[in-house]
């Protein structure tokens, strides 16, 4: 019975340490390496009509760990008139980050848009992203002067500016590792005190009926082993 019960523990502790092995593998499979590409897709609107996702090709989306500039092309709006402000969003990633609404057109600004993307990571996992519209510097605009006129005359797709720039963050958190340190020991020393306790389940019981046992052999007669 001892030996069914050692061996179901043993059972269940290889299928805890192949599922943990299985998720550590897929998470090690889902990481990014410097230099790839990560996901990006674009949903723009006008008026109330927005469009659907499209993806962007590699040349056009981040570089994971890779600070850079790139022109994206936007298409021009069903029914664009120029009377309203036209804008589009992004959606970053296999994790899917998804960026508030960013003016590109019609803005308010006289000055050519840029697109400044911030992104987080750790390791090879991307963490979050913020985008923001913001007027390009004058100096790049000094470099390529068919950029103002570009954006600003009619002729379609226009090009926007997208500056990539990634910030990485410690792997090394001293509290969270404090905590699941913790947490691991509580762990160890519940399973442990459940395995003491059920290896000497066997003993116990049967000390206790070889106890009864002398205590009714009459005349007090010592059991011999």
């Known amino acids: 019975m001892r030996m069914r019960k050692n061996f179901e523990s043993m059972a269940k502790f290889t299928v805890l340490s192949m599922l943990f092995l299985l998720s550590t593998t897929a998470s090690i499979s889902c990481a990014y390496r410097p230099g790839d590409i990560v996901p990006l897709s674009r ?17 056009h989306c981040p570089m994971f760990a890779v600070n850079r500039e790139v022109l994206i092309p936007i298409p021009k709006p069903t029914g664009y008139t120029g ?8 959606q970053v990633g296999r994790e899917k980050f998804l960026l508030p609404w960013l003016y590109i057109v019609n803005r308010k600004s006289s ?11 750790s390791g090879g996992d991307l963490l979050g992203v913020t985008a923001k ?8 605009v000094e470099i390529h002067p068919n950029i103002r006129e570009q954006f600003w005359g009619a002729h379609w797709p226009k090009h926007v500016l997208v500056r990539y720039t990634w910030e990485e963050r410690s792997e090394i958190d001293v509290s969270s590792g404090f905590y699941v340190l913790f947490g691991s020991g509580l762990m160890l020393s519940f399973v442990l005190s ?11 019981a049967r000390f206790v009926k070889e106890t009864v046992a ?12």
């Open 43 to 59: 949903m723009g609107q006008y008026h109330s009509s927005r469009t659907v996702w499209h993806d962007m090709v590699g040349r």
């Open 83 to 90: 009377a309203d402000p036209y804008k589009i969003t992004f």
């Open 111 to 121: 000055e050519v848009p840029m697109i400044d993307m911030h992104l987080r990571y």
């Open 133 to 140: 519209v913001v007027d390009m510097p004058h100096h790049y």
């Open 194 to 204: 459940i395995y003491i306790l059920q290896s000497s389940k066997d003993k116990i």
């Open 214 to 225: 002398e205590d009714n052999l009459p005349g007090g007669v010592e059991k011999v082993e």
